[in-house]
């Protein structure tokens, strides 16, 4: 009899600890994908908030405050190696209360107007500019206008006009092409969003080196974006075709194969296969086993 409470006792132990693991952790971080304005960049977000639900309305600390944000989705843990260099993301502090659910809704349409105003003046000041983008302060204390423009504009008088409309800090800010990109989105020529309106933060530096090292061809057209730079998703492979291709021969380089002399003339990094050329001018493809048991003879500069 005392066996059977002792084997009921850890049955009821076994089904409490199972019950514990499936019950939330209160101190738990989750992970979400935010959004501060309808149909732009998704941002990842941590919390220890439990109960959180999709479209709900949060409050994200921001540089300069709180701002709101809708909640669209739950995301996977974020990497505990997660390269410094990246974004970290960003914290919810508290849900949103009603009034600022109400405000955050009308904060577009805020935008908006503030946008066709700004317009309106910088087309009765006749200044050479073009106008992007308007950001508002969710606590109103500042209005960022974003323009492109080929030089400096003087914009002095603007500033004054917008600042009595609006009784704000008022900031004009010139962005380049790329930035001007990301802020208007559109689609690649892959056929899905643009890389920097939908994920991409930080813009890293993109070189032709990049798109050589990927066999790529180098016309403009092929290589550049929709802001007229070269793709962002040139850096995506570049390290790995990079790496794959250390240890074949470089194109140029005379190799002997089977006893007869060849000169490489091209990579197929993807296949791992090189194309050689015999001295009849005869070209040959050799596989990676091939390749790895030629011998590369040194160049000139090194007898």
């Known amino acids: 009899m005392q066996q059977v409470k002792i084997m009921n006792q850890e049955q009821n132990n076994n089904n409490q600890v199972a ?5 939330p952790q209160e101190n738990s971080v989750g992970y979400f994908k935010i959004q501060f304005r309808p149909e732009k960049q998704l941002f990842s977000a941590s919390t220890r908030l439990q109960g959180l639900q999709k479209n709900d309305v949060v409050m994200v600390q921001a540089e300069h405050g709180l701002e709101p944000a809708r909640l669209l989705s739950v995301v996977p843990g974020w990497p505990e190696k997660e390269s410094k260099k990246k974004a970290a993301p960003l914290i919810i502090v508290r849900r949103g209360t009603r009034d600022e659910a109400a405000k955050f809704e009308k904060l577009g349409d805020m935008e908006t107007n503030a946008f066709r105003i700004c317009s309106e003046l910088i087309g009765k000041h006749n ?22 423009a080929e030089n400096r504009v003087d914009f002095r008088e603007l500033v004054k006009n917008l600042v009595q409309e609006f009784r704000t800090r008022v900031e004009m800010r010139q962005i380049g092409v790329r930035h001007e990109t990301k802020m208007l989105g559109g689609l690649g020529c892959c056929g899905r969003e643009l890389c920097c309106s939908s994920f991409i933060q930080n813009f890293e530096s993109v070189s032709i080196k990049m798109a050589k090292e990927q066999n790529l061809p180098l016309n403009p057209a092929k290589i550049s974006g929709a802001c007229n730079r070269l793709l962002c998703c040139l850096n995506y492979e570049y390290k790995t075709y990079k790496a794959a291709r250390k240890g074949m021969p470089k194109v140029g380089k005379k190799i002997i194969f089977n006893d007869q002399g060849y000169k490489v003339r091209q990579h197929n990094v993807l296949k791992e296969t090189i194309v050689v050329m015999n001295n009849d001018g005869e070209e040959f493809t050799l596989t990676k086993d091939e390749w790895k048991s030629a011998v590369v003879q040194p160049s000139a500069k090194n007898k």
């Open 19 to 23: 019950a514990e693991e499936k019950r």
């Open 127 to 148: 200044l050479p500019m073009s106008l992007v983008k308007v950001e508002r302060f969710f606590n109103g204390g500042k209005i960022i206008f974003y323009f492109t």
